[in-house]
């Protein structure tokens, strides 16, 4: 017995295994047009997948598209509109209130201007000191 006779060689395990055939997968584009051909094979007129993307469409189906986009665009405009008269509302309510701290404070310092040159009385009333 000999010692080659007992070990397969490299070649026939080589033979003995076999790669798996290649699988071929379709296009999308590819598979749209089968789907369409076989519609028109059976008289039914399909739009699926990408060819309903490039499909001119009906009339009516068009009308459809630019009456949706038109509502979808008032009502963007509707909401902008709104939103700026809201925010300008804020902001003139904000410079209000900073034009009313503002005028406070100047009188507070007024006050206190007549108070240190002793043109009004400690209580806060317009009246001269009396002086003897």
């Not at 007992?6 to 296009?27: L, N």
């Not at 009502?75 to 309510?93: G, R, Y």
Request: with cysteine; net charge positive; proline share 3%.
């Amino acid at each position: 017995m000999d010692s080659r006779d007992s070990v397969p060689s490299a070649s026939s395990q080589t033979e003995k295994i076999k790669k798996p055939a290649k699988k071929v997968v379709d296009s999308a584009i590819r598979t749209a047009l089968k789907i369409k051909d076989e519609a028109k094979k059976l008289g039914k007129e399909t739009h699926q997948g990408l060819l309903s993307f490039w499909c001119k469409g009906t009339e009516a189906e068009k009308k459809k598209f630019y009456q949706m986009h038109d509502d979808l665009s008032a009502d963007n405009q509707s909401k902008f509109v709104s939103t700026k008269k809201h925010e300008d509302a804020t902001k003139k309510v904000h410079i209000r209130e900073l034009a009313r701290n503002q005028q406070q404070k100047h009188r507070k310092k007024l006050k206190e201007a007549d108070k240190a040159s002793r043109l009004c009385s400690p209580g806060g009333m317009k009246r001269k000191p009396v002086s003897n």
